[in-house]
C-alpha cells in the first residue's frame, strides 16, 4: 500500500511529509489541517534551536500568527507527570494548536497535554529515533512508574531528513534498533496466531512488515548519512505508530523483546555512570535474545502442535539470522551484548520470567519456559559474552 492508502486507514494521523526541507510545507499542512486556527509552538531549548525557531518564523512569514511558543527549561526535562501538567495548564488558556518539535519526551507530553485541553496536534520530529511519534497513547512517569496514557496520535507529522541527518548517531542507531525489533515482534504474533491464540491483523501487520526488511537492509549506509536509508528509517517508524492507531494496541510493533525493555524501565535500571540506556539499545539486546530462542526452537519437535513443520517454516522466513542481526545492530552503532547497557548476561536470564508477566502477550518467551526448555535455551544467549554477576 502507498502512504496515502495507508493514512486512510489511520484513525488520528492524516497527513504525513518526509523530505528533504520537509519543515518548510508546515504551514501548509497546518493549514489544511487546522483551518482558521493558530499553532503554538511546544519545545525545548535544543529543539527549539534545531527546528522551532525557524518554524516560528516560517509562521510568521506565511501570515499564520502563532503564539508566543512553550519552552520547557528545567534542565530535568522529562517525560513525567508534573511535565504534562505545567503545559496543560498553558493550553487551557489559549484554544491554540500545540505543534510539538523534538522526539520522544516533547511528543508525548504534547500528546497527552493536547488530549487533556480537548484538541488535536501536529509534530515536527527532529529525529529518527523510535516508533511513538505516530503511536496511539503516551509513556509518561506518573507516581515515580512509567505508565502507558490513552490519547490520540498527531493529525500530521513533518520528517524534515535535513534536519534528522543532523541528530546524533547515536540516537539513529536506537531508531534502527526500534525498527529491527519489528522482525520478532512480527514472529511472536505469528506464533501467537498459528496457535489460536491472538489472531492477526492482517492490516496492521502487513504495514509493519511489507517495506520492513527493505527498510533495514543499509545499516553501512544509516551511519553513513545516506539518505534513502533514513528516508526508509524514518517511514519504517511512522507506518509503525500508524499500525498501533490502527491496532489500538502495540501487538503489531512490539513483542518479547520490548517486555524486556518495559521490565528494565520499571526496575529503574541505570548504566554505572548514571546514565539510563535508550530505549532502542534496550531493545536490541532484547531482539538478539528473543531471535537466539527462536533459532534454538527450531532445532526442537514440539509433537504437540499438530502443524509444527509449517509453523516453524513460517517462522523463519519471518525472521533474519541471529548472525546478520548481530552485525547489522554493530554496523549501525547500536550494542550487541547487554553488557553493553549495563546487563549482564546473568540479569538477563533472570529477567526473562519476570518480563513475560509484564502484560498477557504471548511469545517465544512463553515457548522457551512453558516447553521446559528454557533452561538449556539460555546457555546459549549471546554465546561469546562471559557469563558475569552484576
Known sequence: MELDEILS?????????????????????????????????????????????????????????????????????????????????????????????????????????????????????????????????????????????????????????DIISQAPKKITAGGYADLFAKVTAGADWILADALGIEPIDPVSFNIVQKGLKIALSDPVGLHNGDRTALYHLMEGLLLGGIAMQIHKSSRPTSGAEHLLSHLWNMENHHMVDGSVPSHGFQVAIGTLASTALYEQMFSEDFPSISNWLEIRDKLKHQLIPYNQLRDSLEAVGAPTHPEQIGISRERLIQSIPRARRIRPRFTIFDIALDSGNFNKWALNLFPSTPLVSR
Request: aromatic share 10%; hydrophobic share 40%; charged share 20%.
Open 9 to 161: 486507514y489511520a484513525p488520528d494521523t492524516k497527513a504525513i511529509k518526509i523530505c528533504d526541507g520537509a519543515i518548510a510545507g508546515t504551514p501548509d499542512m497546518f493549514r489544511q489541517l487546522f483551518n482558521g486556527k493558530r499553532p503554538v509552538i511546544i519545545a525545548d531549548p535544543i529543539t527549539w534551536r534545531i527546528a522551532g525557531e525557524q518554524l516560528q518564523n516560517l509562521f510568521i512569514s506565511e501570515g499564520i500568527c502563532p503564539e508566543k511558543p512553550f519552552i520547557f527549561n528545567d534542565p530535568d526535562f522529562h517525560a513525567e507527570w508534573s511535565f504534562v501538567e505545567q503545559l496543560d495548564a498553558s493550553l487551557s488558556e489559549t484554544d491554540a494548536i500545540p505543534v510539538a518539535v523534538g522526539v520522544g519526551t516533547i511528543n508525548d507530553i504534547t500528546k497527552l497535554s493536547s488530549a487533556h485541553t480537548g484538541r488535536q496536534y501536529m509534530a515536527v520530529g527532529t529525529a529518527a529515533s523510535m516508533d511513538g511519534y505516530t503511536a496511539y497513547g503516551a509513556s509518561i512517569i506518573k507516581d515515580g512508574v512509567k505508565q502507558s496514557f490513552s490519547c490520540r496520535a498527531p493529525l500530521g507529522f513533518i520528517a524534515d531528513l
